[in-house]
């Protein structure tokens, strides 16, 4: 067994293979880059490197800099965790020359599982089915449209190299394929340094059922069930769970017969997963995920097993574990982003300025790499943690998730909470009654519910109380218009944004707290421990205040309130539609205009990147440009103006 491996990773992977190493009695060595020189991950590991700026190809996929750490350091061994370099071969191969133990697959499991075309005609060489297609090594824009209108709209496009939804595209009629096929192609090259890309037919009510395999040096290769990844945004999973729900015992033990199958013939070692889109009673190879998933956690919690224990010990040339394999209850992980669904999941970009998490039971997992006070930037995915539960049904695992999505709360960022609370709390998605289009298809229903009356009051009263101490230190009778009388009662006129508008509560001091006239009547509000007292009622809320905002957070839910000065000049919007501007903070990766061109309304002007993610910023109008304020690789903040239009 290897006595110091390195990680070549950050945030919560990296942490999550410390803490296993870490019970084996193995040191580990994390590598940085400058934006992680005080992450969570490097404080957790024994010894830490630095590696580089923060732009991931100039650090965590610089793989002769991870090296050089390996052996700076004496680490036997490197963990490349998911993403990065983890599906490298050639990354694998420097390893192995350094005389350092990769771990994970050999270079030709790699290779042989790296392109989705060529990975789905080995897979039919071998038996297992696959989605009508074209997988050929013909790219121009005539073949492909063939291949399409042979297959049968709708079609999905996808990038041979790569997966987490990047270049990929549906495509519902022969007018939108030449765009998509261009937009597939340059974010696979931006993605994975290669434009190739297959189409297959658009399964309109799929499950996507992946089978988590591992195989040894020795022979031996299990299947440790199946993991449902169903629910999607982006073609990215959001809710994963273990097993599958209504996947009977007969068609587990063929899906399963199906990924060792796929597995050994193309020799693989270590933890792989087979991923397959299922429709009714057909399922389809779709890819091999050469690595550690994500998800794995769901595994782990119905199988009792640490897949990580077993990578490092697979690894070490050791064989498979012999320990019975059977499931064990049921498991749900949630994944919890930096990211806005209101806005088509935007990536939030900011600093952690609150963060409060479940707690961990037995019945509760968290896999994070973040704290308090970091920051979510602009270079790597979202991903601020993974939550995972267990019930010893799918109901109960359930109820548990609900509870704990509850109590996670976060500021700073805005996040996914809210949707996943809805989906938890979705009657479909309680009955099991989904496929990939869940969230498009429920998108109305999954909205977060409109405040009701009494927690607005609730929300409206604490806020006035974090805000009043100051405003009443400040309401000097003659110098503040806000009705004193000298024989009458004294108050202060508080005016707050919330998020139905702009609202002014009078607000009048009694023992021990405030007389607050609020939209739907007054109460009595006071402090205590742990919430507000509404007409003597303790009601449990947490307050956070930062200058003239304050976030109100009840029962998991952020509401934001701003104090507005009545007599301050009003704000003069300045861009209108005369101006393009940055949505988020990210890196301009294509400008498609230059001063003078006339533009229609939808047309693409520029392209930005950001947490793994392609933007297309399209003309808010028709016009002429005016200016074009941004070059390739700039990196620009939210609310830049990046393009300016001649006036009308």
């Given at each position: 067994?290897?006595?110091?491996?390195?990680i070549a990773?950050?945030?919560?992977?990296?942490?999550?293979?410390?803490?296993?190493?870490r019970?084996?009695?193995?040191?580990?060595?994390?590598?940085?880059?400058?934006?992680d020189?005080?992450?969570?991950?490097?404080?957790?590991?024994?010894?830490?490197c630095?590696?580089?700026?923060?732009?991931?190809?100039?650090?965590?996929?610089?793989?002769d800099?991870?090296?050089?750490?390996?052996?700076?350091?004496g680490?036997?061994?490197?963990?490349?965790?998911?993403?990065?370099?983890?599906e490298?071969?050639?990354?694998?191969?420097?390893?192995?020359?350094?005389?350092?133990?990769f771990?994970?697959?050999?270079?030709?499991?790699?290779?042989?599982m790296?392109?989705?075309?060529?990975a789905?005609?080995?897979m039919?060489?071998?038996?297992?089915?696959?989605?009508?297609?074209?997988?050929?090594?013909?790219?121009?824009?005539?073949?492909?449209?063939?291949?399409?209108?042979?297959?049968?709209?709708?079609?999905?496009?996808?990038?041979?190299?790569?997966?987490?939804?990047?270049?990929?595209?549906?495509?519902?009629?022969?007018?939108?394929?030449?765009?998509?096929?261009?937009g597939a192609r340059?974010?696979?090259?931006?993605?994975?340094?290669?434009?190739?890309?297959?189409?297959?037919?658009?399964?309109?009510r799929?499950?996507?059922?992946?089978?988590?395999?591992?195989?040894?040096?020795?022979?031996?290769?299990?299947?440790?069930f199946?993991?449902?990844?169903?629910?999607?945004?982006?073609?990215?999973?959001?809710?994963?769970?273990?097993?599958?729900?209504?996947l009977?015992?007969?068609?587990?033990?063929?899906?399963?017969?199906?990924?060792?199958?796929?597995?050994?013939?193309?020799?693989?070692?270590?933890?792989?997963t087979?991923?397959?889109?299922?429709?009714?009673?057909?399922?389809?190879f779709?890819?091999?995920?050469?690595?550690?998933?994500?998800?794995h956690?769901?595994?782990?919690?119905?199988?009792?097993?640490?897949?990580?224990e077993?990578?490092?010990?697979?690894?070490s040339?050791?064989?498979?574990?012999?320990?019975?394999?059977?499931?064990?209850?049921?498991?749900i992980?949630?994944?919890?982003?930096?990211?806005?669904?209101?806005?088509?999941?935007?990536p939030?970009?900011?600093?952690?300025?609150h963060?409060?998490?479940?707690?961990?039971?037995?019945?509760?997992?968290?896999?994070?790499?973040?704290?308090?006070?970091?920051?979510?930037?602009?270079?790597?995915d979202?991903?601020?943690?993974?939550?995972?539960?267990?019930?010893?049904?799918?109901?109960?695992?359930l109820?548990?998730l609900?509870?704990?999505?509850?109590?996670?709360?976060?500021?700073?960022?805005?996040?996914?909470?809210?949707?996943?609370?809805?989906?938890?709390?979705?009657?479909?998605?309680?009955?099991?009654?989904?496929?990939?289009?869940?969230?498009?298809?429920?998108e109305?229903?999954?909205?977060?519910?409109?405040?009701?009356?009494?927690?607005?009051?609730?929300?409206?009263?604490?806020?006035?109380?974090?805000?009043?101490?100051?405003?009443?230190?400040?309401?000097?009778?003659?110098?503040?218009?806000?009705?004193?009388?000298?024989?009458?009662?004294?108050?202060?006129?508080?005016?707050?944004?919330?998020?139905?508008?702009?609202?002014?509560?009078?607000?009048?001091?009694?023992?021990?707290?405030?007389?607050?006239?609020?939209?739907?009547?007054?109460v009595?509000?006071?402090?205590?421990?742990?919430?507000?007292?509404?007409?003597?009622?303790?009601?449990?809320?947490?307050?956070?205040?930062?200058?003239?905002?304050?976030?109100?957070?009840?029962?998991?839910?952020?509401?934001?309130?701003?104090?507005?000065?009545?007599?301050?000049?009003?704000v003069v919007?300045?861009?209108g539609?005369?101006?393009?501007?940055?949505?988020?903070?990210?890196?301009?990766?294509?400008?498609?205009?230059?001063?003078?061109?006339?533009?229609t309304?939808?047309?693409?002007?520029?392209?930005?990147?950001?947490?793994?993610?392609?933007?297309?910023?399209?003309?808010?109008r028709?016009g002429?440009?005016?200016?074009?304020?941004?070059?390739?690789?700039?990196?620009?903040?939210?609310?830049?103006?990046?393009?300016?239009?001649?006036?009308?």
């Amino acid at each position: 067994m290897f006595h110091k491996i390195l990680i070549a990773n950050r945030g919560e992977i990296a942490c999550r293979v410390i803490r296993t190493a870490r019970s084996m009695g193995i040191a580990t060595v994390a590598v940085y880059s400058d934006a992680d020189a005080s992450s969570r991950h490097v404080a957790m590991a024994d010894e830490a490197c630095p590696i580089g700026p923060a732009p991931a190809r100039l650090s965590y996929l610089r793989g002769d800099a991870i090296i050089a750490a390996a052996l700076r350091t004496g680490a036997q061994a490197i963990h490349p965790g998911y993403g990065f370099l983890s599906e490298n071969a050639e990354f694998a191969e420097a390893c192995a020359a350094a005389g350092v133990v990769f771990i994970g697959p050999p270079a030709s499991a790699i290779r042989a599982m790296g392109s989705k075309a060529a990975a789905k005609a080995l897979m039919e060489r071998s038996g297992v089915p696959l989605v009508p297609g074209y997988h050929g090594d013909a790219q121009d824009g005539a073949t492909l449209s063939a291949a399409a209108d042979s297959i049968g709209y709708p079609v999905l496009i996808k990038a041979s190299a790569g997966g987490g939804g990047k270049g990929m595209r549906i495509v519902g009629e022969p007018g939108e394929l030449a765009p998509a096929i261009e937009g597939a192609r340059r974010e696979a090259v931006a993605s994975f340094g290669e434009g190739r890309l297959l189409i297959e037919r658009y399964l309109t009510r799929p499950r996507h059922i992946e089978i988590q395999v591992f195989a040894d040096t020795q022979g031996g290769c299990v299947s440790l069930f199946e993991r449902d990844c169903t629910i999607q945004r982006r073609h990215q999973k959001v809710l994963e769970e273990a097993p599958a729900p209504g996947l009977d015992p007969g068609r587990r033990a063929v899906m399963g017969e199906a990924a060792i199958a796929a597995a050994r013939a193309i020799g693989y070692v270590g933890a792989g997963t087979v991923e397959f889109i299922a429709e009714g009673d057909a399922f389809y190879f779709m890819e091999m995920n050469t690595r550690l998933q994500v998800e794995h956690p769901v595994t782990e919690m119905i199988t009792g097993l640490d897949l990580v224990e077993w990578q490092l010990r697979v690894a070490s040339g050791e064989a498979i574990p012999a320990v019975p394999l059977a499931i064990r209850g049921h498991a749900i992980e949630a994944r919890i982003y930096a990211e806005d669904p209101a806005r088509d999941y935007l990536p939030s970009i900011g600093t952690i300025t609150h963060l409060r998490q479940p707690d961990e039971t037995a019945f509760v997992r968290l896999d994070t790499g973040v704290r308090q006070g970091d920051v979510i930037s602009p270079n790597y995915d979202p991903m601020i943690a993974k939550l995972i539960v267990w019930g010893e049904d799918r109901d109960t695992a359930l109820r548990r998730l609900s509870r704990a999505l509850n109590e996670y709360e976060v500021v700073g960022v805005r996040t996914n909470l809210g949707l996943l609370r809805t989906v938890a709390a979705h009657p479909a998605f309680a009955g099991a009654d989904f496929d990939t289009s869940f969230l498009s298809r429920h998108e109305d229903s999954l909205a977060e519910p409109m405040i009701l009356a009494v927690d607005r009051s609730l929300i409206l009263a604490a806020g006035c109380l974090a805000l009043l101490p100051e405003a009443q230190q400040s309401a000097d009778p003659w110098a503040v218009m806000d009705g004193f009388e000298t024989n009458g009662e004294g108050h202060a006129d508080l005016h707050l944004h919330d998020e139905t508008g702009l609202v002014v509560i009078r607000a009048a001091p009694v023992a021990g707290g405030y007389r607050l006239v609020l939209p739907e009547g007054a109460v009595i509000a006071q402090s205590m421990p742990g919430g507000v007292l509404i007409d003597g009622v303790p009601c449990r809320v947490r307050v956070l205040r930062e200058g003239a905002a304050v976030t109100v957070i009840l029962t998991g839910r952020n509401h934001g309130l701003t104090a507005i000065d009545p007599l301050a000049p009003p704000v003069v919007e300045q861009a209108g539609d005369g101006r393009l501007t940055a949505p988020i903070p990210a890196r301009v990766s294509r400008v498609l205009v230059v001063v003078g061109d006339v533009v229609t309304k939808g047309m693409p002007l520029l392209v930005l990147e950001a947490m793994k993610m392609e933007l297309t910023l399209t003309a808010p109008r028709n016009g002429v440009i005016a200016a074009v304020r941004a070059v390739v690789d700039d990196m620009v903040q939210e609310g830049k103006a990046l393009v300016l239009f001649e006036a009308e």
